[in-house]
């Protein structure tokens, strides 16, 4: 996780939700549309300030940067300092876990898909929101065309990708959609 710009730059970072009002609302409403409605186990992965966390109304977020951590608290949101990639919740203790805009920045996305698997309660849901790689916004940073500190740290997937990973952390795929580059997945975890 590429941790120091968010703990240098928390404040644009959350910023960034004020400037885009319009793109974040439409990805908050898609996202509110099909995540089961949230309960004291729902749990948001990389809350980071909670723009997401906060109106679905999810509990809990685990986010690694503290600055950014300070923000979801003093929004409500009960923040856990940690990784997806080592998340520090009990097996099988959350009932659905969100995912936004977050597993660009992962060290080993495959990983995080595998915590994200081991915490969930059998038929938990995984829901997942990220901008896919080929799309206008990812492609136009990776040409060059413009300048972002935060994407600079990213690393850009497909929805196939995304997919193939979910499945090979053993989900299955309930849906998925994109909608002006941002891919919006539900994968279930087996009741096996």
């Excluded at 998340?87 to 992962?106: E, R």
């Excluded at 995304?162 to 994968?187: H, K, P, Y």
């Amino acid at each position: 996780m590429p941790q120091e710009v968010f703990e240098r730059h928390a404040d644009a970072y959350d910023d960034w939700f004020v400037l885009h009002r319009k793109v974040y609302r439409a990805e908050c409403e898609r996202i509110r549309e099909i995540l089961p409605a949230p309960d004291a186990r729902t749990v948001e992965v990389g809350v980071g300030s909670g723009r997401f966390a906060v109106p679905l109304g999810i509990p809990i977020g685990i986010e690694p940067s503290v600055a950014i951590g300070r923000i979801a608290r003093r929004r409500g949101i009960e923040v856990i300092q940690g990784v997806g990639e080592s998340l520090p919740l009990k097996d099988g203790s959350c009932s659905a876990v969100l995912m936004v805009t977050v597993i660009c920045f992962f060290d080993n996305t495959a990983r995080a898909f595998a915590e994200a698997y081991r915490v969930l309660v059998p038929g938990g849901v995984l829901v997942a929101g990220f901008l896919e790689r080929e799309g206008k916004v990812i492609q136009a940073y990776l040409r060059g065309e413009t300048d972002h500190r935060f994407l600079s740290q990213g690393r850009f997937y497909t929805s196939e990708e995304v997919q193939a990973l979910l499945c090979d952390a053993g989900f299955g795929i309930r849906s998925a959609e994109t909608e002006n580059d941002f891919c919006v997945i539900v994968a279930e975890k087996n009741n096996a």
